[in-house]
Every structure is written in structure tokens, then in C-alpha cells.
């Protein structure tokens, strides 16, 4: 594609990175095939297509309207289209781009700016999540319908254990997750200190940066990037042999740490190791469990493993961890039905849920739909948005697959320490 990029944004680092993946595209129109709210709305520029081409107008000194912004924001950023384009084009990255520059230059007004900076200022801070969500499930009983859905019901967590091991991995705690789901990242301590791993979280370190990231905020969210690198440094120091992180989707904003800071000379190098060291769940018990001689887990009882993997947009597209949840949970004795249309967003998206319902309960209708279709126990995912996403609209039981894996280890008490000091909360200097 060529492009003549406007003097406003030709010479400026995201001018030289949109140009190089303009350059990319050659209009093959493969990417609609597979783009979830174009086959919702049918609409060209609601498709990645499209939305290059409205990227490219206004970064070529064309004016965005309401319009502009409107079919940018309907984009889930599920990064389907990258999986199918054979041309390798970084939708992803173009679209955040497009998005600040449309913003700046179309402003939110109204109830929409107003709800767009309370999710960034709530949801990234788990000290003003945590007290609010236990608000809204007191209040649950006494709102409409369409607002208490949103509302999970509490998720006791299981004992982590002490960490123990001469072996250690870094933690990312996470924001939303350990008020939502706690029993998460137990379940992760849990199973890789069977392992022979600790999982140890570092003090202040927060919220990946994605949520804030995709609301356009992106100083801020590099700001909390900057602090999580600052968190972790002592303990990479000191020899954590990764930062393992639970939900695929921080895994995915962790992953960029090192692109995203490149033009930073105080954290570029220190960020480009983050990434290197950067690993989702899945990989770590993977490689583990692969290890001669480690330990193994009793098969599930067969009234517990006929289950399905809802595989998240950001294990799939952004991470290309595809099919790797799956086999490692078919190697441990579940049976896995087949998941229709699998590579379909389930429209949860982080915080595209609340800012296009329509669509995204659309999308949720039509992946639940899809994950019924095989007859399962229960749906395992591997990304807490999805997780709450899915169980609002479902009956079926729906967890974080690392919680089922935990479960087939019988519950012993490992020492006299065991849900001790880390268990409290206790974390690493």
C-alpha cells in the first residue's frame, strides 16, 4: 500500500512504525473472512480492511469525524486478522495508533469520556477495585438485571503455598483478577510448587498497562509499565527465572513492554528483558511438566473430564499459543470437545464489554452457543476477562483451566508452612 503520511505525524516514531505497516497491507480482503464484527455488521469499514483505510486518510492529513472514531471503537483488538493475513501486517499496533490520532483529534465528550476515565481510574488499581465489587455484590439483589449479570459472584481461593524452592518465578498479581478470581493465581503457586517453583509476586508491582493502554491513555500506561519493571528488577537481578503471568491477555501486554519502551534510553534494555523473561502460564507448566522425572496428576474421575477450552483472542492471535492449552490438558487425562468457529472473539475484549454491549453480547451469545455445542461439564479459559464474560451470560460452569489441573493433585498440607507467609500476602523485596 502506498502512502504519502501527513507532516503532522510523517517523522515521528509512530509515523515511521504506521507507514512501515501500511506499507505491508496489499488489500486482499483475507482479514474480513475472519474479523468478528464485520461478519456482525457487514459493514466494509467495520472490518480490518476498512479500518486501515480510515487509519491511512487520517494519518495522511484526512479528517476524522465521529464516524471515524466510532468504527475504530467497534474493533475488539482481537487480532484475528493478524493470525490470517499472509502479508504479516501489525493490525494491532496500527490500529492504537489510528486511535490516538482520532482521538486528539475528534475528543469524547459526554457520558462517554466520563465512563471511559472511571474504568481507567478503577479498574487498574485493586486496592479501589476490591472495595467497590464487594459494594456491587451486596447491592446485587437490588439491581436490574442487565447490571447485576455483571456482577460475579465471590471465588474463594485455596491456600497458596510458602515459597520454598530454590527455583523461583516471578508473579504478576494482576488487577481485576485477584478480586474476581483469587483462586487463580493460588492454583498457579500451587501446581508449579508440585513442580519444584515457587511463584512469588513483587511489592507494588500492578496492573499490566493494558486497560489503560487501550483507552488510549498511553503515557499513563507506559508510566505503570515503567513501574512493574521497577518492581521486578531486584528479583530478576537475583536470579527469577521468568515473569509468569496467568491471564493471557497481561501476557500479551507484557509481551510489548520491550517495543513499547524501545524509545525510553532509562527502561529500553531493562524493558526488552522483561519481555525476553515474560511467559504465560501455559508455558511454564508446559515446559515443567516435560521435564523428566516431574511429577504427574492423577487423570480427572470421567465424570469431571468431558470439558472445552475457550482459547482468549490474546493466547490465539497475539501470543500464537494456539492448540497449546489443549494438548497439555488432553495429556493430562481430559477429554476436550470441539469448539465451532474457535479463532471468534467471545466479545469480551477488556473493557469492550461495557463500552459496545450490543455487540459484545452478540458475540457472547454465539460463543457460548459454540462451546455448548460439544456437551461439556464446564468451560476452562485462560484469561479473566473472558472467564466473568462467559459466566455472565452461561450456566455451565466456566474457571481458569489451571484451577481444573490443581484439582487433580490430591489436597495435602505440604510442611508447616504451607499457605503461610505467601498465602498472607507476603511478597517478594
Not at 470421567?302 to 477450552?309: E, K, L, N, T, Y
Not at 483451566?401 to 508452612?417: F, K, S
Request: proline share 7%.
Amino acid at each position: 500500500m502506498q502512502t504519502r503520511l501527513a507532516d503532522f505525524i510523517r517523522d515521528t516514531p509512530e509515523g515511521r512504525e504506521a507507514e512501515s505497516i501500511l506499507r505491508a497491507c496489499v488489500h486482499c480482503g483475507f482479514c474480513t473472512a475472519t474479523c468478528p464484527t464485520y461478519q456482525l455488521v457487514g459493514d466494509e469499514l467495520d472490518g480490518p480492511r476498512g479500518r486501515i483505510y480510515l487509519v491511512k486518510q487520517v494519518l495522511e492529513g484526512g479528517t476524522a469525524t465521529v464516524k471515524t472514531r466510532e468504527h475504530l471503537d467497534r474493533c475488539l483488538t482481537c487480532r484475528s486478522c493478524e493470525t490470517t493475513c499472509p502479508s504479516g501486517v501489525r493490525y494491532g499496533r496500527l490500529a492504537d495508533i489510528g486511535r490516538a490520532v482520532v482521538e486528539e483529534q475528534v475528543p469524547r465528550t459526554g457520558r462517554d469520556r466520563m465512563l471511559r476515565l472511571a474504568l481507567r481510574t478503577v479498574l487498574p488499581r485493586p486496592g479501589l477495585f476490591g472495595p467497590l465489587l464487594k459494594v456491587a455484590r451486596a447491592l446485587r439483589p437490588l439491581l436490574p438485571a442487565a447490571l447485576a449479570e455483571r456482577v460475579p459472584s465471590s471465588r474463594p481461593a485455596r491456600p497458596r503455598p510458602a515459597a520454598r524452592h530454590a527455583r523461583r518465578m516471578l508473579l504478576l498479581e494482576g488487577c481485576v483478577q485477584p478480586s474476581l478470581a483469587p483462586g487463580i493465581n493460588a492454583a498457579a503457586a500451587r501446581v508449579l510448587d508440585r513442580l519444584g517453583v515457587s511463584l512469588v509476586p513483587a511489592a507494588s508491582a500492578g496492573c499490566c498497562g493494558a486497560v489503560t493502554h487501550h483507552l488510549n491513555a498511553h503515557a499513563d500506561a507506559l508510566d505503570q509499565m515503567r513501574r512493574n519493571i521497577d518492581a521486578w528488577w531486584p528479583a530478576i537481578e537475583a536470579g527469577a527465572e521468568a515473569v509468569v503471568v496467568t491471564a493471557s491477555g497481561c501476557t500479551a501486554m507484557v509481551r510489548e513492554y520491550g517495543a513499547l519502551l524501545s524509545g525510553d534510553p532509562a527502561y529500553a534494555q531493562r524493558a526488552a528483558r522483561v519481555t525476553a523473561l515474560s511467559r504465560d502460564l501455559s508455558e511454564v507448566v508446559e515446559a515443567e511438566l516435560s521435564r523428566p522425572g516431574a511429577p504427574r496428576p492423577s487423570p480427572p474421575a470421567p465424570d469431571g473430564s468431558r470439558v472445552v477450552f475457550q482459547a482468549p483472542c490474546t493466547l490465539q492471535h497475539a501470543l500464537r499459543l494456539r492448540g497449546r492449552v489443549e494438548t497439555l490438558l488432553a495429556g493430562l487425562g481430559f477429554e476436550l470437545s470441539e469448539v465451532p468457529d474457535a479463532h471468534l472473539c467471545c466479545g469480551s475484549a477488556g473493557t469492550y464489554s461495557l463500552l459496545q454491549p450490543a455487540l459484545s453480547r452478540q458475540l457472547r451469545t454465539q460463543k457460548v452457543e459454540a462451546l455448548r455445542s460439544g456437551r461439556p461439564r464446564s468451560i476452562l479459559t485462560a484469561n479473566i476477562g473472558c472467564l466473568g464474560h462467559l459466566q455472565s451470560g452461561c450456566d455451565l460452569p466456566v474457571e481458569h483451566w489451571i484451577e481444573a489441573v490443581d484439582r487433580l493433585w490430591p489436597d495435602v498440607n505440604d510442611g508447616p508452612d504451607a499457605g503461610g507467609a505467601l498465602g498472607q500476602g507476603r511478597k517478594l523485596q
